[in-house]
Nanobody, 129 residues
Framework: QVQLVESGGGLVQAGGSLRLSCAAS????????MGWFRQAPGKEREFVAA????????YYADSVKGRFTISRDNAKNTVYLQMNSLEPEDTAVYYC??????????????????????WGQGTQVTVSS
């Protein structure tokens, strides 16, 4: 089992940047595919980005492609989400998630909530216009 703790959220102006971190407990972090999701007020939680165990594969939602970058440091048990050129539409609670099951590829796998077993508590990102 793994526990996830997000940090790095906050209030930023449109066009600004933030870097979210998600620290995982336990010695087996490298066995987990990691994802970031977000949930805006009144909306369902949606996929943002995913990264494979070795960081060899990454995938992004169209809405963030070219602006966000997911990365991981297996030595530090941490996954990151660098968010640039932020827009008010990016305002949401951001969650990291982990899964140890091995699917064939990203995508189509690892882009849906039910594919993940472990979730953090979320960190609020607010982008002002």
């Amino acid at each position: 089992q793994v526990q996830l703790v997000e940090s790095g959220g906050g209030l930023v102006q449109a066009g600004g940047s933030l870097r979210l971190s998600c620290a995982a407990s336990g010695p087996t972090f490298r066995r987990y595919t990691m994802g970031w999701f977000r949930q805006a007020p009144g909306k369902e939680r949606e996929f943002v980005a995913a990264i494979s165990r070795s960081a060899g594969s990454t995938y992004y939602a169209d809405s963030v492609k070219g602006r966000f970058t997911i990365s991981r440091d297996n030595a530090k048990n941490t996954v990151y989400l660098q968010m640039n050129s932020l827009e008010p539409e990016d305002t949401a609670v951001y969650y990291c998630a982990a899964v140890s099951r091995e699917y064939s590829s990203i995508p189509p796998y690892y882009t849906r909530e039910y594919e993940y077993d472990y979730w953090g508590q979320g960190t609020q990102v607010t982008v002002s216009s």
